[in-house]
């Protein structure tokens, strides 16, 4: 494979680290490796970072907001974003670095979600918690400075799951629209035998086969949620009417399908899709600062996301006015 320099030194680096496969390791044991692996990227300072707790149908939901620096009082864009991690790992505190990335590049609020994880909480327990966290952004966008009616959704990986699932299950109401999703490499439920999984599982340094049936039998409830339209959403009928969508891809990435089939789906359907593959790149490149196409990738989808607020900005309204 003809994987760019940056992401042949990352995977040297990784055999030399060594330390055991994640399949092989506890949840707990997992989110402690990724807690240490997100603790060495670059922090940037943002506006403001506030913890919070909303109401869930479940339980409570922790949200993390950031402000941009210079933001007005009121009236500002937001994304809801969920964190990837294989429903299984993660956190707001893992996704922190990311998170002001997108502020600062986006000039917008970012609502970072901190849902129940698997295997604690199986599937749809995620669901429900992201649908709610963005209903609740929807109806108090107000009292957080935002812009109710410029509210995006987005993730990488299971969070692109999550972010793809929600926009498709408002997609009919009208107090919920979606401003646009931000979909980083998603899983969209294209099955594990796609040709990107068969042809790219056996050599993922990030999410080999065996580490993407860890995630998904610590998440499913029974095999039979494989086809479930809440994780399944490339298996949906109808499509049609869900918000513009920015689809980040990566060229040696099992889940590549993933993405390329579901934006094709939403192209047929007609929605306005961005898809974007980036040569060379490895699933998770989006979220590590060792690799500039990471960069590179976070600032096309800000753009967009910034040009498909502006077109519903309203007057008054925006960053700094």
Not at 47 to 54: A, P
Request: glycine fraction near 8%.
């Amino acid at each position: 494979m003809n994987y760019d320099p940056q992401v042949t030194a990352l995977i040297e680096l990784l055999k030399q680290a060594g330390g055991p496969p994640v399949h092989t390791l506890s949840p707990e044991q997992a989110r402690q490796v990724m807690d240490g692996m997100n603790a060495v990227e670059q922090v940037e300072e943002v506006g403001s970072v506030e913890d919070r707790k909303i109401p869930g149908p479940e339980c409570e939901i922790p949200i993390r907001i950031y402000k941009p620096q210079n933001a007005a009082a009121s009236g500002v864009p937001v994304l809801v974003y969920y964190h990837g991690g294989g429903w299984v790992v993660g956190s707001v505190e893992s996704y922190d670095p990311v998170c002001r990335k997108i502020v600062n590049r986006a000039e917008c609020i970012v609502v970072s979600v901190d849902y129940r994880l698997a295997p604690e909480h199986k599937f749809p327990a995620a669901v429900i918690d992201c649908q709610a966290a963005f209903e609740w952004v929807k109806k108090n966008a107000g009292e957080i400075g935002g812009d109710p009616d410029r509210v995006a959704v987005g993730g990488d990986s299971a969070g692109g799951n999550l972010a793809a699932v929600v926009a498709a299950n408002v997609k009919d109401s009208e107090d919920l629209k979606v401003a646009h999703q931000l979909l980083v490499y998603p899983t969209t439920g294209t099955g594990g035998k796609s040709e990107s999984y068969q042809k790219y599982g056996s050599t993922c340094p990030i999410i080999p086969t065996e580490v993407i049936s860890y995630f998904w039998n610590h998440y499913w409830r029974d095999p039979s949620d494989e086809k479930h339209p809440d994780f399944s959403v490339y298996s949906r009928e109808d499509v049609s009417g869900v918000a513009p969508a920015t689809i980040i891809a990566a060229q040696y990435d099992p889940s590549l399908d993933d993405s390329k089939l579901y934006a094709q789906k939403l192209i047929a359907e007609g929605v306005d899709v961005d898809y974007r593959e980036y040569p060379g790149m490895i699933h998770g490149f989006f979220t590590i600062d060792a690799i500039d196409k990471g960069l590179e990738a976070i600032e096309d989808a800000c753009n967009n996301l910034k040009a498909q607020f502006e077109k519903l900005q309203p007057a008054e309204a925006g960053v700094g006015k």
